[in-house]
């Protein structure tokens, strides 16, 4: 059966949220700020000025220092949808 449109395909649902992040990429020797708009243990949805800019990986830093490592699902011109590798 096909999927109907605007269908959330996510297996585990995201909470809204409205929390700082920085994505951080090179090793740690490149940082973009970023804002964490939904969350859940799967993944997340960021905004950040040129989404393009971000790389296709990266650790995903949250305000008290944990680190998630991330891959980017979409891309728009200012979010990015992002998965949890270690989810």
Same mark, same amino acid.
Request: proline share 3%; charged share 30%.
């Given at each position: 059966?096909a999927? $109907?449109? @605007? $269908? !959330?395909?996510r297996k *585990?649902?995201?909470l809204? #949220?409205?929390?700082? %992040?920085?994505?951080?990429? &090179? &090793? @740690? @020797? +490149? *940082?973009? !700020? ?5 969350? +859940?243990? #799967? @993944?997340?949805? =960021? *905004? =950040? $000025?040129q #989404? =393009?800019l #971000?790389?296709d990986?990266?650790q995903l830093?949250f305000?008290? %220092?944990?680190?998630?490592?991330? *891959?980017?699902?979409?891309?728009k011109?200012?979010?990015? %949808?992002? +998965?949890? /590798? /270690?989810?």
């Amino acid at each position: 059966m096909a999927a $109907e449109q @605007g $269908e !959330d395909k996510r297996k *585990t649902p995201r909470l809204k #949220a409205f929390k700082a %992040g920085r994505i951080v990429f &090179h &090793h @740690g @020797g +490149s *940082t973009i !700020d970023c804002t964490i708009r939904n969350l +859940s243990d #799967a @993944g997340a949805k =960021l *905004t =950040l $000025e040129q #989404a =393009l800019l #971000a790389p296709d990986r990266f650790q995903l830093q949250f305000q008290d %220092g944990t680190m998630r490592p991330c *891959t980017v699902r979409w891309r728009k011109l200012t979010e990015i %949808g992002v +998965s949890f /590798d /270690d989810a």
